[in-house]
């Protein structure tokens, strides 16, 4: 294995697709014998026709550098030999061996007869937790020195290192783990699956024991449980309120921050004081507000014996607070205390599944790919948490098949019970100091924190409590899934159509009748006509002349008249009483099928109608509480799928209200609460936030804390003045050309990583378009939320830029976080206020009478706010921010939007030439 040699090859190409116009335009091929790189060879390569402008920008190849390099038939019977009795590897062998072989035949060579090597299939599997796989990603990961992507010596280099990883850990693997990867091996792409083939044969030689810390349950080889021990609760020190106490305590290991510090003792003391039950602090980027809070709450979850509860937005949140605990807190903390992440039971790993679906022999190729992943990461997890995975597969259901469906394993003499992972993350809960979960979680299962063993009531911190409100307002939403109604209607149809059949073919004679399965066919034929009819209504009536203004491929929601819906209730009362038809039809046909007998293949079928028939009554309910609810307060959309077609159409129901929640559960589960966040407040305006709570004030403390930033020198705000104007706009088409023309200006020449604001996907595209017509493509990398990927490869793709541009809209204004300095400009081209349409205008019409006032204003404060956030995140940030829209200046609400800047940033009004030269001078003093 380590003993043979392998020739890892990269290319730089004209282009990537495989169409024969394409040439190669640099070779890179390092050697390895016995795991150490023994020879290198590179060269330029003349590809006798132009390189385009994109590929010489990401490689930095020039068509000058080529036109004086050698031309591949120059060099291909010396790269053909070199590659003689080698194993050929490629990160990405399926597109640099046939597209070598390609240029072989066409010098007069044949094909490459050699095994080809695949690593970023084999990093897939072997690396289950690395963050991504391209060759950059796992460089990093594996602290591999690559210093010039996109150069084929280099990246041939850095992909031997990595195939260096590769073979040590693969060889390293159990013999019982190996084993199931070669049952599953031929996934792989070519002659990738030698690899493993080589690594079994190698340690059925060896015969190594397995290591102390690994076990072997039913044939899978898991990592032994570490043992958990609670903090002794007696052992932990005073809390240090003075600098000096906090030094002592922090040691060399942190820096003492003045703003962090002055956290950390106001959440102690008001924590502590009895008449305070509520305390919300707004919280400035780049104090250190995670751990400004986690200090505190250690030291009282042991002076006051009670759980610790943190609520963030996300789960990936989740584990960076847990981080923080572990790796910082615990680090400084005289006695370590136990943090515990509290998620659904569904982010873990069922064993039995999972040992079932190993059985299962009609798994496609890309669940073979993820099977070998969960194998090679069951030697690593101590958690069993399926986010610690890269799922990098995205046509496999595999991963849903092995979560958690059900509660925890509870029998004993189950082989895998006292390795179940939910199981024993519910143990580790009942002692943890400090519990964190996420909002959605908390509001859907907040039973699930009652104050446990002798422990007191428990106190709350909702970190990011900005998210918390809208998740509220969530939780009272009820979703009619009227697409994946009809998609199970239609599959239970179509089985009972397969049973009727077999039963008249077959002359089966059972208590079962011919007239029952023709009985209930009918119910749902009924049942699906009667769907199909209510989207059409739907589609008809709202959805229809939105079409044309939404994003081709991305889903949209429409609030609707509810008056429309009431008046169509009888459409809706048919659905509603098909679905109990439905439910009795086939409850009919499970309970007689009972008592006869049938064949394998006949409870196979039935057993999928019962299954499917699941969701008939939790549509049933849904739209019961519909029907027979007043819809005060309330207000109703459309979600539209992707293909914004009628089938995709659900219906939602929202309450307007979300303060009843958190007066009902909230306050009566948890002692004390916490609300903090960096963006709660519109300026002076407390109001907005406050309302959703309806705090008692002689019991709530208010307190918003300073930034240490110095943003005078540090952030540009400037306003573009220019004679165009969103309110006598003559058409979207000027204003999208406007916008194209401004960006342009002020981004050409001007090569900061940039981030551009828009309101509406629809206009971002357009105006994407514009852009993509000039020479700014050519001279740095583009991006458009919508159209060139997730937002998760986006950013990814943003974060490998020096110079790159994204346009984005929705969660790039707040719920994005650029690491380091990877934002430096941001140009925001209209005020966020939402269109009246939206859903959340909707709800707030229903509790207010002047909407703009109450809702639409403050909420487009704070999202401006939070989208000059993205800029300045720590204290050796520096960036600048441009506004195109007019009205910032103009109207008489402009001003509060200036007030939301941070102290000592002036407002500028310049024309695009003065922002261009103010700009330059601005990050040339840097």
Known sequence: MLNKRYAVVDLET???????????????????????????????VNPERSVPAMITRLTGITQERVDTAPKFSDIAGKVFAMLQGTNFVAHNVNFDFPFLNDEFMRSGYPSLDTPAIDTVTLSQVIFAKAPGYRLRDLTHYLGIEHLNPHSANSDSRATAYVLIHLLKKIQGLPLVTLKELAKLGEALPRDTFEVVKDALNINKERKKDLPSNLVVVNGIALRRPDGYQTAPLDKIAEFPMTKKEKQHLFGDYLAIRKTQSSLMNYVFRNLRKENIKNLVIEAPTGMGKTLGYLLPLAYLSVIENRQMVVSVPTTILQEQVLQEGNRVLNRILPTPINLEIVKSNHNYLDLNLLEKQLKNGQLSKESKLLAMKVMVWLLETNTGDLDEINQHVGFS???????YRGGAIQGETNPFFEFDFYRRNLARRQTANVLITNHNFL?????????????????????????????????NEIIIDLTTLLNKVTKINENIKDWLFKTQRNGQATRLSQNDLQSTQNVLLRLTND?????????????????????????????????????????????????????????KLIQQSNEDYLLSEDRDLLLNIQTDAEIFEIAYEMMKKIIQKKPKGEVFSVLVGANHDQRSIRVAREIAEATAFYNSKVEKTFAKTLLIGGTLFAGHNRKYFLQNFDFNSDSTKIRTFNSEIDYKNRLKFEVLDSDFSISQEKSYQNYEQFLAESIYKLTKGIDKQTLVLFNSLETLAHVYGLLRMTDLNEDRKVLAQGINGSR????????????????????FWEGVDFPGDQLEYLIITRLPFRSPEDKLSQLAKVTSKNVFQSFLLPDALLTFKQGIGRVIRKSDDRGAVVVLDRRIIDRKYGKQFISQLPNGVENKINDVEKIRNDLKNFYRSK
């Open 14 to 44: 004209t282009g990537n697709d495989m169409n024969g116009e394409n040439r190669i335009i640099q070779i890179g091929c390092t050697f390895i014998e016995n795991g150490r790189i023994v020879d290198e060879y590179s060269s330029d």
């Open 397 to 403: 259901n595999f991963i849903e098949e092995v979560r």
């Open 531 to 587: 769907i199909e009819d209510f989207q059409a209504i739907l589609f008809a009536k709202f959805v229809k002349k939105f079409t044309h203004t939404q994003l081709t491929g991305q889903p949209f929601e429409l609030a609707i008249d509810t008056s429309f819906l009431l008046r169509k209730n009888a459409e809706w009362k048919r659905i509603y009483d098909d679905l109990a038809n439905g439910m009795v039809a086939i409850q």
């Open 792 to 811: 998760a490869k986006i950013i990814r793709e943003f974060n490998d830029e020096e110079n790159a541009i994204v346009l984005g809209a929705a969660s």
């Open 443 to 475: 509001i859907k299962n907040i039973d699930e924190f009652v104050k446990k063993n002798n422990y007191n009531s428990p106190f709350l911190v909702v970190d990011e409590a900005q998210h918390f409100v809208s998740d509220l307002k969530q939780f």
